[in-house]
């Protein structure tokens, strides 16, 4: 039952963006998972979990302002964890025409467009005479 209730507890961290639930959370499913036998769960979890105890209180500050989960709508305890955004919407974009190379070739086609309207912002700024103070 103990085990059921830390899953839980996991999920409403994530769900309500509360860092240290999570943190918390993470130390007791680490020896969860070496017990279990899922070696890379435990192995990747136990790093993961001492770089969140070492961030200085600052970048915490930050990660728990910034959220460290996505909300894609208004509901409360909603969210979801950035990776799993990110997996979806790849998924997503996977299933439309062209899937994820139609995907790639246009964000390629938007970084090429960006780049040359740097190189084009760049020249004319050449060309202006800037006022100089004397």
């Not at 919407?89 to 994820?100: D, E, L, M, R, V």
């Not at 070739?105 to 760049?122: C, F, K, M, R």
Request: charged share 15%; net charge positive; with cysteine.
């Amino acid at each position: 039952m103990d085990r059921i209730w830390l899953l839980l507890q996991f999920s409403f961290a994530t769900r309500t963006n509360n860092l240290d639930l999570h943190i918390f959370c993470l130390q007791k499913l680490c020896p969860l998972l070496f017990s279990l036998n899922h070696q890379n769960y435990a192995k990747y979890l136990s790093v993961y979990y001492i770089m969140l105890i070492n961030l200085p209180q600052q970048s915490k500050d930050l990660l728990q302002a910034n959220r460290f989960s996505v909300s894609r709508s208004d509901t409360p305890a909603s969210r979801t964890a950035a990776d799993m955004t990110i997996e979806q919407t790849i998924n997503k974009h996977a299933k439309t025409s062209g899937g994820i190379v139609r995907l790639a070739e246009a964000n390629q086609h938007i970084t090429h467009g960006v780049s040359q309207g740097i190189t084009e912002l760049n020249t004319s700024q050449q060309h202006i005479r800037w006022p100089t103070s004397n």
